[in-house]
């Protein structure tokens, strides 16, 4: 795994950000960690919301404080993945989202980049106020859970969503 830094969304970012959907909607991945860019209208609309949501006096009604970071890698600029850092639970959020969301390109998987995302975010967390984190997974999926244990995660239980999903909710202490 070559090095990477967490940096939030940019205008540069545009055609990274918006091949980055394209790919995972082919793929009908999940498009974690981004802030809703599925449903984006354009990429300048979607980064200044993204932008906007990090502060309580422009968020917007219902979403909690959350900062959106793109995992671009040193040697080449490319864009590997993307991690949500949200600043505290909602009801939803402490049931099922967690604080933390991410995902890494599909040709990018396997290289560590998760983990290094996740560590990387979890110090922004810190530098929050936050003393643990909670983050979670679904049930079947081993690369998320995997992610999170290599950074110390606690099970405290799993939750069922309305849909059936069975959620994993891990605690990592700061
Ligand atoms: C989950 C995801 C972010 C992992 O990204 P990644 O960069 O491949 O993860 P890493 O390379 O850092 O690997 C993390 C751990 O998962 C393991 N892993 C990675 N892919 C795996 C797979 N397909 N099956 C099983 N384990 C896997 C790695 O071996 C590593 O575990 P280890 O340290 O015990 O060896 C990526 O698969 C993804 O984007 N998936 C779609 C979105 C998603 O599910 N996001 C998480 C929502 S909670």
């Given at each position: 795994m070559e090095s990477i830094r967490l940096v939030r969304p940019a205008p540069e970012h545009e055609r990274a950000v918006m091949?980055?959907?394209?790919?995972?909607?082919?793929?009908?991945?999940?498009?974690?960690g981004t802030a809703g860019l599925r449903h984006a209208e354009s990429y300048r609309a979607w980064m200044e919301k993204a932008r906007r949501n990090?502060?309580?006096?422009?968020?917007?009604?219902g979403l909690v404080e959350a900062t959106t970071f793109l995992a671009i890698r040193e040697s080449d600029g490319a864009l590997v993945g993307f991690i949500d850092v949200r600043h505290r639970l909602n009801e939803y959020l402490a049931k099922f989202g967690g604080h933390?969301?991410?995902?890494?390109?599909a040709c990018e998987r396997k290289k560590?980049?998760?983990?290094?995302?996740?560590?990387?975010?979890?110090?922004?967390?810190k530098t929050l106020g936050l003393k643990r984190a909670l983050v979670t997974c679904n049930d079947d999926n081993e690369a998320s859970r995997r992610t999170i244990l290599a950074h110390g995660g606690v099970m405290e239980n799993t939750m069922t969503e309305d849909n059936g999903q069975v959620v994993e909710r891990y605690w990592i202490e700061l």
């Open positions: 091949e980055y959907r394209e790919e995972f909607l082919r793929d009908g991945d999940s498009l974690d990090e502060f309580s006096e422009t968020l917007d009604e933390i969301g991410y995902s890494v390109r560590g980049y998760a983990k290094e995302m996740l560590f990387q975010a979890l110090a922004y967390c």
